[in-house]
């Protein structure tokens, strides 16, 4: 009986890695343990008992630890040039007043900025990243 709990352990393994959901694997866990129990306990029934028990420890006790680490469908991660939205930046190069455009430094990056609304901006000034157009960022007064 142990080589069909280890056929099964790994189908849902395989299932496991098909899906996203993370919830299969415990059910694999589960016949593993099966299977190992499986060389002693020899009642069919006691196996399938020891799974179904197995199966539903793993998944109430540990799914909610795992989740902790797994991000979410719903979350976004941001990352790139859109994670300087919203952050203090130095003006290094004055605004123009003609063309508006001027340059930045948001941490160790400089970046081309532009004005939201033709304010003029001299060196040193602090100013926040208000969104990203193309690869300017978009700054305004604090």
Do not use: H
């Amino acid at each position: 009986m142990w080589q069909i709990w280890l056929i099964a352990a790994g189908v849902f393994f395989v299932v496991e890695i098909a899906t996203v959901g993370f919830m299969i694997f415990w059910l694999g866990i589960a016949a593993l343990v099966t299977c190992l129990l499986s060389l002693v306990i020899s009642n069919v029934f006691a196996q399938m008992a020891i799974f179904v028990i197995l199966s539903a420890i793993f998944l109430v006790f540990t799914r909610p630890f795992v989740e902790k680490f797994v991000i979410k469908k719903d979350e976004k991660v941001i990352t790139n040039a859109y994670s300087i939205i919203g952050k203090e930046a130095i003006v290094t190069k004055s605004f123009d007043n003609v063309s508006g455009v001027g340059q930045i430094k948001v941490g160790s990056e400089k970046w081309t900025a532009i004005t939201e609304n033709n304010t003029t901006f001299n060196e040193g000034d602090k100013v926040i990243v208000s969104s990203i157009d193309g690869v300017k960022a978009i700054v305004a007064k604090i």
